[in-house]
């Protein structure tokens, strides 16, 4: 039995996904596979850009953020992917050492007419550094229905 | 000197941007760090899922995007990130052997009225597997202009 179905996810639901530390190491493995930019791999050219630092590749933050969503939330649920988003904004730069807080907003729900059983979750998720959000996804969520 | 400026990125311009191919230990090891849900690491899991299949993690498809927009586009260029996108669709699920051929085309593009010298590119990130679109990203990029 299933700990999250359709029904738990209500409209203004808050929930804490924990926090996850930018690990250089990581952090530039990341960047070395998916998103080889100077200012993603190297010190000086990071210090250089528009962001004043090596940081982090946007794609890195979001699969972070995607992490604790399933070890927080979606991990033992009725959970049946995602079609997308309507926006993934990257809002600051990320670096090495920061400390990310995790969340995801319920912002709306319904059940799909289409689908029997399925309802179609409206979820914001954000990454904060401290009172900064660096990271938001807007996004839509497909869940089995308890009953 | 660099080869892409803002000056390139002209409305309409569309830009090939290779074949990927969906290797099945990448993905999984892609999943099994970042998005560790039953159907993206188990086989049968997936063919029980919506999906049909064990299939990718939307950040894996997406971050493969990336690699090849880096690759055939902004790698030499004036890039100066991106401050996110207004969609991001995962529209069919990606499963391993699959190859998906990237592209992306300049939807519009100005001179920031804020930061001179900076211009903003909107472009769209497509997949195809076949005649089939199974990842569009519409998104901002930042790039610096030639004069």
Redo the contacts between chains.
């Keep these: 039995m299933v700990t999250i179905a359709f029904e738990d996810l209500t409209e203004g639901l808050v929930v804490p996904l924990g926090e996850v530390k930018i690990d250089r190491e990581d952090m530039l493995e990341?960047a070395r596979?998916?998103?080889?930019?100077a200012?993603h791999l190297d010190e000086e050219a990071g210090r250089r850009?528009?962001?004043g630092g090596l940081?982090a590749?946007?794609?890195f933050t979001?699969?972070?953020w995607?992490?604790a969503y399933?070890d927080h939330l979606?991990?033992d649920s009725t959970?049946?992917?995602?079609?997308?988003?309507?926006?993934?904004?990257?809002?600051a730069?990320v670096f090495p050492g920061d400390v990310l807080r995790c969340e995801v907003t319920v912002v709306g729900a319904r059940r799909s007419k289409s689908r029997p059983g399925l309802g179609i979750v409206e979820l914001s998720g954000t990454a904060n550094r401290g009172d900064e959000c660096v990271l938001?996804?807007t996004?839509a969520g497909?869940f089995g229905c308890r009953e």
């Design positions: 990341f596979r998916f998103d080889p930019q200012y850009s528009v962001f940081s590749s946007g794609w979001a699969s972070l995607m992490r399933v979606i991990g959970a049946q992917g995602s079609p997308g988003g309507r926006e993934l904004s990257w809002l730069p938001r996804f996004f497909l």
